[in-house]
């Protein structure tokens, strides 16, 4: 019954390298959303996707880019990964609209060393 | 000033006690209101959605909504020790698409 499918539930990677979080979402929804959740600081918003290929920046988008192929795949770019990116990293769907809430991916702990 | 505002607690109630968690939010625009639950290690899960000035009961859940105050709350009636998790309170904000999450209230429900 699993929704929404993020490809790593656990990432280690060095300095400089570039990195790829992949999240699925097999309930056609058009909304896609990348968060990272820090303590103390809750989650903050990266990069959200209203269609294919449609994308626009949140409160903390520097270092990330996305890409949208396909509906149900939102991917988060990490060009170059710094040690300050280590965070734990969400995604999440939603149906068009303001009355809709999240369903969360199950996440992805990112350690950048 | 945040503009969605919780108290990080934790808030401790005893077993079959009400729980009250509260939630201010900034911009006065805003039209959705949303409360997760966040397990340890987990990732959030939606438990109420209210959109209209009052109260809205769902099992031992009720979410209450004042926005001439722009506050929100979360009452949790009968507390259990499996409703101990971090509740994340989150706002859609007029013109914006994303929801605003606070940074969460850990609730902790004693035996």
């Known amino acids: 019954d699993v929704k929404v499918t993020q490809s790593s539930r656990y990432l280690v990677k060095r300095t400089g390298e570039k990195v790829f979080l992949e999240c699925v979402q097999d309930?056609?929804?058009?909304?896609m959303f990348w968060y990272r959740q820090d303590p103390g600081l809750g989650l903050r918003l990266i990069y959200f996707?209203?269609?294919?290929?449609?994308?626009e920046k949140g409160d903390i988008p520097e270092g990330y880019s996305v890409s949208r192929e396909k509906k149900e795949r939102f991917s988060l770019i990490l060009e170059s990964a710094s040690t300050n990116q280590t965070s734990m990293y969400l995604c999440?769907?939603?149906?068009?609209?303001?009355?809709?809430?999240?369903?969360f991916g199950s996440g992805t702990r990112l350690t950048v060393v | 000033q945040k503009e969605v505002e919780q108290n990080s607690g934790p808030l401790s109630v005893p077993e079959g006690a009400i729980a009250s968690l509260n939630c201010t939010y900034s911009?006065?625009?805003?039209?959705?209101f949303f409360w997760y639950r966040q397990y340890s290690g987990k990732s959030p899960e939606l438990i109420m959605s209210?959109?209209?000035?009052g109260d809205k009961e769902d099992g031992r859940f009720t979410a209450q909504l004042n926005k001439a105050s722009q506050y929100v709350s979360l009452l949790i009636r009968d507390s259990q020790p499996s409703d101990s998790a971090t509740y994340l309170c989150?706002?859609?904000?007029?013109?914006?698409?994303?929801?605003?999450f606070g940074s969460g209230t850990r609730l902790q429900v004693q035996p």
């Open positions: 999440a769907s939603s149906e068009q609209g303001i009355s809709y809430g999240y369903t």
């Open positions: 309930m056609d929804h058009e909304n």
């Open positions: 996707s209203y269609d294919v290929k449609m994308k």
């Open positions: 911009d006065r625009g805003s039209q959705s």
């Open positions: 209210i959109y209209s000035n």
């Open positions: 989150a706002v859609s904000r007029k013109g914006r698409r994303a929801l605003t």
